[in-house]
């Protein structure tokens, strides 16, 4: 749980520079990859990793987003651009409507009353989850993919050295 918001700050700028390299790299050819039929398609999970309302909505927090359940777009550089303008929003909502004690304050989400620290926990966990298959996709579709939390095997030999196995 975040108790400050300079630490969520801190975590969602590095965690969303990170996604941010992963969608630059998607092409528009990759958009229609599944990891199986009647699955999201890499563009439909992309496009889930661009911040609506979403977990956020019921904390009273507002920021610029692309319509909930709004359909992704066939550009994949009109994703990567909606996830650069929409973290930048989010991240200057949180900055300028919250205080380290709006953080403490508890709402009903999924039933359950969790505070606004664990909300921005949890969502910032979801996106880290997401990315992960975006990834998957990714190499399924042959779209190259950078590291995350450290290099990939291209990357490894890139530097000269054997990926670890």
Do not use: C
């Amino acid at each position: 749980m975040f108790v400050t918001i300079q630490s969520f700050i801190e975590d969602y700028r590095h965690e969303a520079a990170t996604t941010q390299k992963l969608l630059d790299a998607l092409t528009d050819e990759s958009l229609s990859q599944e990891v199986a039929p009647g699955y999201r398609t890499l563009g439909h999970l992309a496009w889930h990793l661009v911040p609506s309302g979403g977990i956020l909505n019921p904390t009273g927090l507002r920021f610029e987003a692309p319509a909930e359940r709004s359909e992704p777009p066939a550009s994949a550089a009109a994703i990567a651009e909606a996830y650069r303008r929409t973290t930048q929003s989010l991240l200057e909502a949180v900055e300028t409507q919250w205080t380290d004690d709006t953080l403490q304050v508890s709402n009903s989400i999924f039933g359950q009353q969790w505070k606004n620290g664990l909300t921005l926990n949890l969502f910032l966990r979801h996106e880290i989850h997401h990315r992960g298959q975006l990834t998957i996709l990714m190499r399924q579709a042959g779209v190259p993919v950078t590291g995350v939390y450290g290099p990939t095997k291209e990357e490894w030999a890139a530097i000269g050295m054997e990926a670890p196995v």
